[in-house]
């Protein structure tokens, strides 16, 4: 059973940098996606960025040149280095595990980012 483990959120003030971390355990094959989503209160969940195995990214427009989405596949772990927050960034902030051969994909708990003012 694959399971992620989401951790580094927190609280900051406006222009200041969190790093979310997000492990996977158990046995997860080639060819897999990982990503961090996010939800603001009363919104959708909203892509932030994904990466392959083989290190292309996605990013959404919003985020290019603040956000920069990392992972170490011997760790089966993603990161995600956010600079530059601002207020409008306080979501819960999801990863997501996907396997897109075997059409199988898991998410995370969340773990809340805060920005104040």
């Known amino acids: 059973q694959v399971q992620l483990v989401e951790s580094g959120g927190g609280s900051v003030q406006a222009g200041g940098s969190l790093r979310l971390s997000c492990a996977a355990t158990?046995?997860?094959?080639?060819?897999?996606?990982m990503g961090w989503y996010r939800q603001a209160p009363g919104k959708q969940r909203d892509l932030v960025a994904t990466m392959t195995s083989s290190g292309s990214t996605t990013y959404a427009d919003s985020f290019k040149g603040r956000f920069t989405i990392s992972r170490d596949n011997a760790k089966k772990t993603v990161y995600l280095q956010m600079n530059s927050l601002r207020p409008e960034d306080t979501a819960v902030y999801y990863c997501?595990?996907?396997?897109?051969?075997?059409?199988?994909?898991?998410w995370g708990q969340g773990t809340q980012v805060t920005v104040s003012s």
């Open positions: 158990g046995t997860i094959f080639g060819g897999t996606i």
């Open positions: 997501r595990l996907n396997e897109p051969f075997r059409g199988r994909e898991w």
